[in-house]
């Protein structure tokens, strides 16, 4: 595709279910990112991958939280247990290599009532 | 570990005023990216920046590169309504693991 594309763009869920959020980067880049931004607020890092593997998963809030990422292509966030304090917008973003400029997706954003 | 700091947090200018904002890393930086995000939107990659003192232009907006490698500014002339948005740098830091750690933003706000 011609951009890094997400789904789903909305989730609206009660508390203590479980979410799935997938991220498609632009094809052929190696590095994906994924940022949550609460309304007004900075992007906060979750986790970043290099190809399959996560070098850095310190931003990660919880063990309720976890990524992979398949094909050095699709990644998908899960969010176990969702709490409302996890209510926010998920970002993805990707790059051609480590460092280079990221190309964010639209979003998801997430409502947990 | 790392940190990425913006000044200011707020900025309401004038259209047609300039305006400016400022990033400073706690260490030394291999590069150097600026974001801008409009309200709603998501972020959108500008510009990178990566020898020491390097200035960059994209018509109205001014990038420059510290020559330490620790600080980078972002300088808008005669700002404009559509300059209004979010504008986030993001370091990526020299040793070790190549992270890149995005800056706190400065929110523009442009009155007509």
């Known amino acids: 595709g011609a951009g890094v594309s997400q789904s789903p763009s909305n989730k609206v869920t009660e508390k203590g279910k479980d979410v799935e959020l997938r991220c498609d980067p632009i094809?052929?880049?190696?590095?994906l990112y994924w940022y949550r931004q609460s309304l007004g607020q900075g992007l906060e890092f979750l986790i970043y991958?290099?190809?399959?593997?996560?070098?850095?998963k310190s931003g990660l809030p919880s063990d309720r939280f976890s990524a992979e990422r398949t094909g050095g292509s699709v990644s998908t966030l899960t969010i176990q247990r969702t709490q409302q304090e996890d209510s926010a917008v998920y970002l993805c973003?990707?790059?051609?290599?480590?460092?280079?400029?990221?190309?964010f997706g639209p979003g998801t954003r997430l409502t947990v009532l | 570990g790392q940190q990425v700091m913006q000044i200011p947090q707020y900025q309401h200018v004038q259209e047609g005023e300039d305006f400016t904002t400022y990033c400073n890393s706690s260490t030394t930086l291999s590069n150097i990216q600026w974001y801008k995000q409009r309200p709603g939107g998501h972020p959108v990659f500008l510009i990178q920046l990566v020898k020491s003192g390097e200035v960059k232009k994209q018509k109205r907006l001014t990038f420059q590169f510290g020559e330490a490698k620790k600080n980078s500014s972002l300088h808008i002339t005669a700002t404009q309504t559509t300059d209004v948005g979010t504008y986030f740098c993001?370091?990526?830091?020299?040793?070790?693991?190549?992270?890149?750690?995005f800056g706190t933003g400065t929110k523009l706000q442009v009155i007509p």
């Open positions: 973003a990707s790059s051609a290599r480590t460092g280079g400029g990221q190309f």
């Open positions: 993001a370091g990526m830091n020299s040793g070790g693991y190549q992270k890149v750690t």
């Open positions: 094809s052929g880049h190696t590095a």
């Open positions: 991958f290099q190809g399959n593997s996560a070098p850095d």
